[in-house]
């Protein structure tokens, strides 16, 4: 399923707009729609408090790039386990991977994913991992999560977030992860060109510290 959200500053339809793309993938049911949902939410959520600083000033804002739009395009895929795509995936800015704390086979899906992701795009593919259900996670081995922590945050270094979507809890850190990865892995060619987009995420990414 494909979404699209846009962030802006002003009502000028006229200015240029940047994209955002980021995919979404996941076993069946373990919440990626509820998960994006919330995700917009909040997206569009900060973006309403930083047109109206961006009002108050004056100037230009950090989140619209000097008064332009910032499109975001989402695509929720189905991945299963073990099992290769049929064919070559979305290419996009960020891909989430979200699985189910308390079904392993959700994990063993999204590692498959990220195989083929960094087969195709290459090893410095921008990546998160989301661990859905913490709500209902209680009884799953603390020792098997620290461990899966470790290993995407350490070894593979991804971005992982441990979330309730059902419960709304946890989720702006992802979209901080979402920033993160997204900045750290652009090329030194890619740099330049994106440093108005740098500058347009710089103020949201700040208030993740109050988090």
């Not at 996941?26 to 919440?31: C, D, L, R, S, T």
């Not at 308390?102 to 899906?109: I, L, M, N, P």
């Not at 999204?110 to 290459?122: L, S």
């Not at 209902?136 to 603390?142: E, L, Q, R």
């Amino acid at each position: 399923m494909a979404r699209q959200f846009t962030l802006s500053l002003t009502e000028n339809s006229e200015k240029e707009e940047d994209t955002f793309k980021l995919t979404v993938l996941g076993h069946k049911g373990v919440g990626k729609s509820t998960f994006n949902c919330r995700l917009m939410k909040h997206w569009i959520e900060l973006s309403r408090q930083e047109k109206k600083k961006w009002k108050r000033s004056k100037g230009c804002g950090d989140l619209g790039i000097k008064g332009r739009s910032l499109t975001v395009d989402t695509v929720d895929i189905t991945v299963k386990a073990r099992f290769p795509f049929m064919q070559k995936l979305p290419s996009c800015d960020v891909y989430v991977l979200v699985y189910s704390l308390v079904c392993d086979g959700s994990f063993e899906a999204v590692v498959a994913a990220r195989d083929q992701i960094i087969q195709q795009e290459g090893p410095l593919v921008p990546i998160v991992f989301v661990a859905n259900k913490t709500d209902i996670a209680d009884s799953v081995d603390k020792t098997e999560r620290v461990y899966r922590d470790l290993n995407i945050s350490c070894e593979w270094e991804n971005g992982h977030v441990e979330i309730s979507a059902e419960r709304d809890t946890s989720v702006l850190p992802v979209l901080e992860q979402i920033m993160k990865r997204h900045q750290k892995y652009v090329s030194p060619g890619e740099k330049k060109r994106r440093s108005k987009f740098s500058k347009a995420l710089r103020s949201i990414r700040n208030r993740f510290s109050t988090h």
